[in-house]
């Protein structure tokens, strides 16, 4: 069940809730993007903010936002990324109350098997190659943050099928989410921004707290100003 924070808030925020099962969604070139929603409650309607930080820089605009709005967040770090972005990582870990970080691999490699590019991203290619994605990727988390993490999620939210369950098999739950905010943060803000917005009971949301030199970033941080207006609830994986 979710714990109520009691931040001095207009807004109550969970500490955390009940998911529904992970769906395999639709197949796109025979590899799945799962998608996963949050379990629904008889409480009002409430999202799950999830962003990737991908090898890349920090987005301050996302990160204070967030702060300021007292919206809690999982982000999906990288080894690359944590590596690159020492003062962002210190930001992070300077509001545990607002972030957690979770698993986003080493490398940045999708856990797929073959060697077709992904959106121009080399793949791990075999079973080797994902678990040390996933586990290194892992390690780093924990160093940073003393803890181990729970999620993974993989390079571009893409995975072989045969990649699921052996990801799962190494005790790590597979992040999916429900709604894509910003497609890789290609999408303009305004449409961003309209995106999450239109968010809906139970979505998990995904989208990128790396490119600050991008519109996507801004639309982040305004689509989650005017969904928390229309009384939306914001609760963490």
Sequence with gaps: MCVLCTKPTRREFCAGTLLMPLALGKPRG????????????AAPSQVAVTLDACPGHFDPRVATALVNLRIPAT???TSVWMKWNRDGLAYFLAHPDIFTLQNH???????????????????????????????????????????PPLWYRGAA??????????????????????LNSDQGASLPA??????????????????????????????????????????MRFVTL
């Design 157 to 178: 939210g893409l995975y072989s099928p045969e990649a699921i369950p052996f990801i799962e098999s190494l005790g790590f739950k597979i992040a999916g989410y429900s």
């Design 30 to 41: 025979g590899l799945l993007e799962p998608v996963l929603r949050l379990e629904p409650g």
């Design 190 to 231: 305004a449409s961003v921004a309209k995106r999450i917005e239109a968010a809906q009971d139970s979505d998990v949301i995904e989208g990128h707290i790396n490119q600050p030199h991008r519109d996507s970033g801004a639309g982040i941080a305004t689509g989650l100003a005017q969904l928390q207006a229309k009384g």
């Design 75 to 77: 982000i999906f770090v």
């Design 105 to 147: 691999g080493a490398k940045h490699l999708p856990p797929v098997l073959g060697d077709k590019p992904i959106y121009g991203l080399k793949v791990a290619g075999n079973f080797d190659a994902i678990g040390a994605e996933v586990i290194n990727g892992a390690v780093s988390v924990q160093e940073a943050t003393g803890k």
